[in-house]
């Protein structure tokens, strides 16, 4: 502000040394009395813009200090606000903290009670279905036990009834288990009883009679290369002597009957017939006895593949050594072709359905 002034003071004295060289300053020459006033106006109007500078500097300080005054308050105001905000965040952060660890507890519990619970959850299902299993278990085991025993009993006595009755019992302890995995089970069951009622079955009663007839007419059967009886003889020759008028001709038809009887012809078909002596008859005949006995045997014992065996080699020794003409020799072969044709129907069905499905309910155990 002081260089202002010192400016316009100089003013007038550079003006004053301009003057003299224009042609202006000739004619105000005569005028240079008032110049002691051009500084006094001056210095007056640089004293008025000094004091509204220094005014304006002031209402602009005050201005200023009030703003300040107003911006240190709403600082202080809001400080103050801040502060208790912070107080009050403090105090929700610490109750929040708080109560996150009072959470975090309660979740702990709750997680081990969770735990414990489906811990417990496990060990139910697990028992209940232990126990199912071992109630599965039994009902196959049982089953299984059952039919082979029914089947065993079938065989012995060459009655499909046991059998039937086992797979029926078993169809009624399949329903009532009401387990869907048994299904397969309860279906071979049904399939198995409807092939056994439908299967012929031989009576083995009525087999071992005929096989026992056989063995009484062993004793009785005649030999391929037998001879005559000789009351058949004796009758013949009474009969042609009674028939003869005088002595001399019964001599001679005794001695011709005499003769004749000591050849005879006949047709054996098998040359070993022929050969066979009178003391080989009886170990011939006990040997088609035992192979009867023993095809009775196999037919008790179920063992039909041995009594059919047996059965051919007595119809083989029969057509061989026995006279083929002879009745009581018709008679056996006849019961010996009907026992065999009998047989082929003996074997008993077989649950091999039923038993494939129990071995594989016991693999899905």
Do not use: C
Request: hydrophobic residues 50%; without cysteine.
């Amino acid at each position: 502000m002081n260089s202002d002034v010192n400016v316009n003071r100089d003013l007038p004295a550079s003006g004053a040394a301009e003057l003299p060289t224009g042609g202006a300053a000739a004619a105000a020459a005569p005028v240079s009395a008032p110049k002691p006033l051009a500084p006094a106006r001056w210095q007056l109007g640089l004293t008025l813009a000094v004091a509204a500078t220094a005014l304006l500097a002031l209402v602009l300080s005050a201005l200023l200090w009030q703003r300040l005054s107003s911006m240190q308050e709403q600082l202080a105001r809001q400080s103050a606000d801040v502060n208790v905000q912070s107080l009050e965040a403090r105090s929700t952060a610490k109750m929040a903290l708080e109560l996150a660890r009072e959470s975090a507890a309660r979740v702990a519990v709750f997680d081990a009670r969770l735990s414990e619970s489906t811990l417990q959850r496990s060990q139910l299902e697990e028992l209940m279905q232990s126990l199912s299993r071992s109630r599965d278990e039994n009902l196959v085991v049982d089953i299984e036990s059952a039919i082979r025993l029914a089947q065993q009993q079938a065989q012995l006595t060459g009655s499909v009834e046991p059998l039937l009755a086992a797979l029926k019992t078993a169809d009624q302890r399949v329903a009532r288990a009401a387990q869907p995995r048994l299904a397969a089970l309860q279906r071979a069951i049904r399939r198995d009883i409807e092939r056994i009622k439908s299967a012929v079955v031989s009576d083995t009663p009525g087999l071992l009679m005929k096989l026992d007839e056989l063995v009484h007419l062993a004793d009785d059967l005649v030999l391929a290369n037998a001879v005559a009886p000789a009351s058949a003889t004796g009758s013949i020759k009474r009969q042609s002597l009674e028939t003869l008028p005088t002595w001399w001709q019964r001599s001679l038809q005794v001695v011709l009957a005499e003769a004749r009887s000591l050849v005879r012809l006949s047709r054996i078909e098998q040359p070993e017939a022929a050969l066979m002596s009178p003391e080989q008859s009886f170990f011939l005949r006990e040997n088609l006895k035992l192979k009867l006995l023993n095809a009775r045997l196999g037919l008790l014992a179920r063992q039909i593949e041995s009594a059919r065996a047996d059965l051919v080699v007595a119809n083989l020794m029969i057509s061989k050594y026995f006279d083929a003409t002879s009745r009581r020799t018709q008679t056996a072969a006849t019961l010996l072709q009907q026992v065999q044709s009998q047989m082929k129907t003996l074997q008993l069905p077989h649950v091999d359905e039923t038993l494939a499905a129990l071995a594989t309910a016991a693999v899905a155990r």
